[in-house]
């Protein structure tokens, strides 16, 4: 499996990265909207995991622009918060038309349950 | 933005944003701790993965520290317990502590000390809150690659000590100084590397200092920002010679 990791913090996303690559999994990792975007028309990959928070453009900006184009409507996203489900003002539906699959909140998800929804997804 | 409003509110405000600044290294402990329960790393990153969960832990304890201390002065109204502090030995305790956080970035923190008097009339608890997030403050603004240097030398102010960290990141401009650090909320940081934070550290440092009878401000220099506080020093004979 090729993941696209989009996270803004550098330390979660070594964490991430490292967790997916010891369970055999190929990680492009970015920091940033712009950059995520630039490596997506670069690179296919089977899944994005996205931070809902980044500097600049925000995640929420980055699925607009992925529902843009057919290629990457196809792409499950895993979308990771700060912020529990209940305080994110985004109806289920809106997120299932972005392709969000789970919205993740991350200080309750470790690597390995992380690693396991995606592969979950990917395999179905 | 949050904007703070005085007594119950303000308490509140910073409350929520120490629970914002509290989930990244608890997302750290507990996934790095998964990890190394995987059984699958090598020596180095276990090593590695055990010196950030310490930093981690650290970040927490001074989040705590910081609460703790504002919630005297604003909900309390309490005075904080004045002692002499020695200020070059809290720089030192603080740059020790950050600086694996400053090697993950690949910054380095530079201490220059300058003639000073060493001993300042302060709370060694909240002097090292405040010297904590104004070197946290500029290793998250800095660029990678970059040096960071702390300085205690003797203020232009007659009897005060004046403490300064410079950074290098894309500088502050002079309007955005006072919303810097009067405000309080979720803001992103001007380098991609390193997320967002809640602006606790900076607000804590401003409520901490002013506590303390002393003075806070930046000021934008080439190439990055000045970040600076001012306090009175205890006793004009502890004058503090660097090593030549």
């Known amino acids: ?124 | 933005m949050m904007r703070i409003t005085g007594g119950e509110n303000e308490m509140q405000t910073i409350i929520s944003a120490a629970v914002y600044d509290l989930k990244t290294p608890l997302t750290l402990i507990r996934g790095l701790n998964d990890l190394m329960n995987s059984g699958k790393l090598d020596k180095k990153s276990h090593d590695l993965y055990v010196s950030r969960i310490a930093t981690s832990v650290d970040q927490m304890q001074r989040i705590i520290d910081t609460i703790s201390s504002l919630d005297k002065i604003i909900a309390k109204q309490q005075s904080l317990p004045i002692e002499p502090v020695n200020i070059c030995q809290v720089v030192e305790e603080v740059a020790h502590q950050l600086d694996s956080c400053a090697r993950d970035y690949n910054q380095k923190l530079i201490i220059k000390h300058g003639r000073t008097s060493a001993v300042v009339l302060s709370n060694k608890q909240a002097l090292e809150s405040v010297v904590y997030g104004l070197v946290d403050n500029a290793i998250k603004y800095s660029t990678p690659n970059s040096n960071i240097l702390i300085r205690p030398s003797l203020a232009s102010r007659r009897g005060f000590t004046r403490l300064t960290v410079r950074d290098k990141t894309v500088g502050v401009r002079k309007s955005d100084i006072s919303r810097i650090m009067k405000t309080l909320g979720q803001t992103s940081s001007p380098n991609p590397a390193y997320g967002s934070n809640s602006g606790l550290g900076l607000y804590a440092t401003m409520r901490l200092v002013e506590s303390l009878n002393g003075a806070v401000g930046v000021k934008p220099v080439p190439g990055g920002s000045s970040f600076f506080v001012e306090l009175p020093i205890a006793q004009q004979l502890s004058l503090y010679l660097p090593k030549s």
Do not use: C
């Not at chain 1, 499996?1 to 997916?20: N, T, W």
């Not at chain 1, 990792?29 to 296919?44: F, G, H, I, M, V």
């Open chain 1, 1 to 124: 499996m090729k993941i696209l990791l989009i996270e803004d913090d550098k330390l979660l996303s070594a964490m991430y990265r490292d967790g997916f690559k010891l369970a055999g999994h190929s990680v492009v990792t970015s920091d940033s909207a712009q950059d995520s975007l630039n490596k997506l028309d670069k690179e296919e990959v089977d899944l994005i995991i996205l931070d809902m928070f980044l500097p600049g453009r925000s995640g929420v900006e980055v699925l607009h622009e992925l529902g843009s184009y057919a290629d990457w409507q196809k792409i499950p996203v895993i979308l990771m918060s700060d912020i529990p489900r209940e305080d994110i003002k985004i109806s289920d539906e809106n997120l299932a038309k972005y392709s969000v699959t789970k919205l993740v909140y991350k200080p309750a998800t470790s690597p390995t349950e992380l690693i396991s929804l995606a592969e979950g997804i990917v395999a179905d």
